[in-house]
Protein backbone atom coordinates (compact mmCIF):
# COMPACT_ATOMS: atom_id res chain seq x y z
CA UNK A 1 0.00 0.00 0.00
CA UNK A 2 1.40 3.52 -1.23
CA UNK A 3 1.82 6.94 1.05
CA UNK A 4 -0.36 7.94 -2.14
CA UNK A 5 -3.01 5.46 -2.40
CA UNK A 6 -3.60 5.80 1.57
CA UNK A 7 -4.14 9.82 1.00
CA UNK A 8 -6.01 9.71 -1.63
CA UNK A 9 -8.79 7.04 -0.36
CA UNK A 10 -8.67 9.99 2.85
CA UNK A 11 -6.70 8.13 5.32
CA UNK A 12 -5.10 10.48 8.11
CA UNK A 13 -1.49 12.01 6.93
CA UNK A 14 0.14 10.29 10.28
CA UNK A 15 2.80 8.36 11.22
CA UNK A 16 3.03 6.50 13.98
CA UNK A 17 6.27 5.94 15.34
CA UNK A 18 6.74 2.69 17.64
CA UNK A 19 10.09 2.81 18.59
CA UNK A 20 11.16 0.79 21.58
CA UNK A 21 8.46 -2.29 20.41
CA UNK A 22 9.15 -5.40 21.17
CA UNK A 23 7.67 -8.31 18.44
CA UNK A 24 5.07 -9.42 21.40
CA UNK A 25 3.91 -5.97 21.36
CA UNK A 26 3.89 -5.70 17.99
CA UNK A 27 0.62 -7.04 16.59
CA UNK A 28 -1.72 -5.88 19.11
CA UNK A 29 -0.54 -2.40 18.83
CA UNK A 30 -0.54 -2.17 15.23
CA UNK A 31 -4.11 -3.54 16.10
CA UNK A 32 -4.98 -0.61 18.13
CA UNK A 33 -3.74 1.38 15.45
CA UNK A 34 -5.73 0.57 12.40
CA UNK A 35 -8.53 0.21 14.12
CA UNK A 36 -8.46 3.88 15.57
CA UNK A 37 -7.86 4.89 11.64
CA UNK A 38 -3.95 5.12 11.49
CA UNK A 39 -2.30 4.08 8.04
CA UNK A 40 0.92 4.78 8.25
CA UNK A 41 3.11 2.58 10.90
CA UNK A 42 6.91 2.32 11.38
CA UNK A 43 9.25 0.30 13.47
CA UNK A 44 12.63 2.39 14.02
CA UNK A 45 15.33 -0.03 13.70
CA UNK A 46 17.07 0.83 17.49
CA UNK A 47 13.59 -1.60 18.81
CA UNK A 48 14.15 -5.18 19.94
CA UNK A 49 14.67 -7.59 17.11
CA UNK A 50 12.97 -4.95 14.68
CA UNK A 51 12.51 -7.14 11.50
CA UNK A 52 9.96 -9.46 13.45
CA UNK A 53 7.70 -6.50 14.71
CA UNK A 54 8.11 -5.23 10.44
CA UNK A 55 6.99 -8.63 9.53
CA UNK A 56 4.59 -9.42 11.42
CA UNK A 57 3.20 -6.10 11.30
CA UNK A 58 3.09 -6.11 7.37
CA UNK A 59 1.82 -9.55 7.07
CA UNK A 60 -0.92 -8.58 9.10
CA UNK A 61 -1.54 -4.87 7.57
CA UNK A 62 0.09 -4.52 4.74
CA UNK A 63 -2.96 -4.73 2.28
CA UNK A 64 -4.76 -1.89 3.99
CA UNK A 65 -1.60 0.24 5.74
CA UNK A 66 1.72 1.31 4.75
CA UNK A 67 4.32 -0.08 6.80
CA UNK A 68 8.13 0.36 7.29
CA UNK A 69 11.05 0.74 9.49
CA UNK A 70 12.59 4.07 10.86
CA UNK A 71 16.32 5.33 11.69
CA UNK A 72 17.60 3.14 8.83
CA UNK A 73 21.52 4.05 9.17
CA UNK A 74 22.98 1.56 6.33
CA UNK A 75 22.66 -0.74 3.39
CA UNK A 76 21.88 -3.38 5.36
CA UNK A 77 19.16 -2.46 6.57
CA UNK A 78 17.83 -1.24 3.49
CA UNK A 79 17.85 -4.47 2.37
CA UNK A 80 16.52 -6.32 4.83
CA UNK A 81 13.42 -3.90 5.29
CA UNK A 82 12.80 -4.64 1.57
CA UNK A 83 13.15 -8.53 2.16
CA UNK A 84 9.94 -8.15 4.65
CA UNK A 85 7.89 -6.85 2.03
CA UNK A 86 7.54 -3.77 3.76
CA UNK A 87 7.35 -0.54 2.17
CA UNK A 88 8.42 2.14 4.01
CA UNK A 89 11.83 3.50 4.85
CA UNK A 90 12.25 6.76 7.28
CA UNK A 91 16.14 7.93 8.25
CA UNK A 92 16.47 10.51 10.88
CA UNK A 93 19.36 12.07 8.03
CA UNK A 94 19.89 12.84 4.28
CA UNK A 95 22.37 9.53 2.86
CA UNK A 96 21.72 10.31 -0.59
CA UNK A 97 23.16 6.17 -1.47
CA UNK A 98 20.35 5.00 1.26
CA UNK A 99 17.59 6.85 -0.68
CA UNK A 100 18.55 6.06 -4.26
CA UNK A 101 18.97 2.00 -3.30
CA UNK A 102 15.26 2.16 -1.60
CA UNK A 103 13.94 4.07 -4.67
CA UNK A 104 15.62 0.76 -6.28
CA UNK A 105 13.61 -1.71 -4.13
CA UNK A 106 10.32 0.07 -4.64
CA UNK A 107 10.32 1.26 -1.38
CA UNK A 108 9.44 4.96 -0.18
CA UNK A 109 11.94 6.60 1.66
CA UNK A 110 10.66 9.82 4.09
CA UNK A 111 14.36 10.51 4.98
CA UNK A 112 15.56 13.39 7.51
CA UNK A 113 16.67 16.70 6.64
CA UNK A 114 17.04 20.21 8.69
CA UNK A 115 19.14 22.15 5.85
CA UNK A 116 17.68 23.21 2.32
CA UNK A 117 20.97 21.52 0.99
CA UNK A 118 20.02 18.41 2.79
CA UNK A 119 16.36 18.82 1.45
CA UNK A 120 17.82 18.95 -2.03
CA UNK A 121 20.22 16.29 -1.85
CA UNK A 122 17.80 13.82 -1.18
CA UNK A 123 15.21 15.16 -3.59
CA UNK A 124 18.20 14.49 -6.25
CA UNK A 125 18.47 10.68 -4.71
CA UNK A 126 15.08 10.18 -5.95
CA UNK A 127 12.99 10.88 -2.36
CA UNK A 128 9.57 12.03 -2.96
CA UNK A 129 8.51 12.71 0.82
CA UNK A 130 11.10 14.30 3.35
CA UNK A 131 10.80 14.74 7.25
CA UNK A 132 11.79 17.59 8.78
CA UNK A 133 13.61 16.23 11.92
CA UNK A 134 13.92 17.49 14.74
CA UNK A 135 11.03 19.86 13.83
CA UNK A 136 10.01 20.92 17.33
CA UNK A 137 13.78 22.46 17.44
CA UNK A 138 12.31 24.21 14.28
CA UNK A 139 9.09 24.89 14.20
CA UNK A 140 5.98 25.18 11.83
CA UNK A 141 8.03 28.99 10.36
CA UNK A 142 10.54 27.32 9.53
CA UNK A 143 8.82 24.87 7.72
CA UNK A 144 6.78 27.76 5.47
CA UNK A 145 9.74 28.91 5.08
CA UNK A 146 12.33 26.15 3.38
CA UNK A 147 8.83 24.78 1.61
CA UNK A 148 8.90 27.97 -0.70
CA UNK A 149 12.00 26.89 -2.28
CA UNK A 150 10.88 23.05 -2.66
CA UNK A 151 9.64 21.84 -5.86
CA UNK A 152 5.94 21.03 -5.96
CA UNK A 153 5.99 17.85 -6.08
CA UNK A 154 8.22 16.75 -3.14
CA UNK A 155 5.93 17.08 0.24
CA UNK A 156 7.69 17.43 3.80
CA UNK A 157 6.50 15.67 6.95
CA UNK A 158 7.24 17.13 10.58
CA UNK A 159 8.51 14.75 12.66
CA UNK A 160 9.71 15.22 16.70
CA UNK A 161 7.91 16.81 18.96
CA UNK A 162 4.33 16.66 16.80
CA UNK A 163 1.22 15.58 17.96
CA UNK A 164 -2.47 16.47 18.90
CA UNK A 165 -1.92 19.94 20.29
CA UNK A 166 0.44 21.14 17.11
CA UNK A 167 -1.01 19.14 14.21
CA UNK A 168 -2.82 22.04 12.64
CA UNK A 169 0.09 24.17 12.78
CA UNK A 170 2.04 22.14 11.04
CA UNK A 171 -0.70 21.83 8.27
CA UNK A 172 -0.45 25.18 7.88
CA UNK A 173 2.82 25.64 7.21
CA UNK A 174 2.81 23.20 4.37
CA UNK A 175 3.52 19.88 5.93
CA UNK A 176 1.76 17.03 4.37
CA UNK A 177 2.05 15.47 7.47
CA UNK A 178 3.27 14.41 10.91
CA UNK A 179 5.19 11.73 12.20
CA UNK A 180 4.19 10.72 16.08
CA UNK A 181 6.43 8.64 18.38
CA UNK A 182 6.56 9.44 22.37
CA UNK A 183 3.35 10.99 22.38
CA UNK A 184 1.51 7.77 20.59
CA UNK A 185 3.71 5.12 22.37
CA UNK A 186 6.42 4.55 24.20
CA UNK A 187 7.83 1.14 25.53
CA UNK A 188 5.50 -0.57 27.92
CA UNK A 189 2.48 1.09 26.63
CA UNK A 190 -0.35 -1.50 26.39
CA UNK A 191 -2.68 -1.46 23.28
CA UNK A 192 -5.73 -0.05 24.68
CA UNK A 193 -4.15 3.05 26.02
CA UNK A 194 -2.24 3.49 22.56
CA UNK A 195 -5.17 3.18 20.55
CA UNK A 196 -7.30 5.73 22.92
CA UNK A 197 -4.10 8.21 21.94
CA UNK A 198 -4.51 7.38 18.35
CA UNK A 199 -8.33 7.73 18.54
CA UNK A 200 -7.75 11.87 20.20
CA UNK A 201 -4.82 12.28 17.36
CA UNK A 202 -7.30 11.27 14.02
CA UNK A 203 -9.71 13.40 16.07
CA UNK A 204 -7.48 16.09 16.02
CA UNK A 205 -6.86 15.75 12.25
CA UNK A 206 -10.48 15.77 11.39
CA UNK A 207 -10.97 19.40 13.38
CA UNK A 208 -8.14 20.54 11.17
CA UNK A 209 -9.92 19.84 8.41
CA UNK A 210 -12.69 22.53 9.14
CA UNK A 211 -10.64 25.34 9.83
CA UNK A 212 -7.68 24.85 7.10
Known amino acids: MTI ?29 L ?31 AAIGAGTVLDMAGVEA ?12 NTDPALIARAVALGLEPMPGFVT ?19 AVALGPTYLKAIREVLPRDVSVWGVGGTGAENFAEWLAAGAEGIGVGGAL ?26 VL
Open 116 to 134: PSEAFRAIDAGARRIKLFP
Open 4 to 32: DDLLAAGAPPVVAILRGIRPDEALPVAAA
Open 185 to 210: YRPGDDAAGVGAKAAALIAAWRATRT
Open 34 to 64: VAAGVRMIEVPLNSPDPFTSITAIQQAFGDT
Open 81 to 92: LAATGATLMVTP
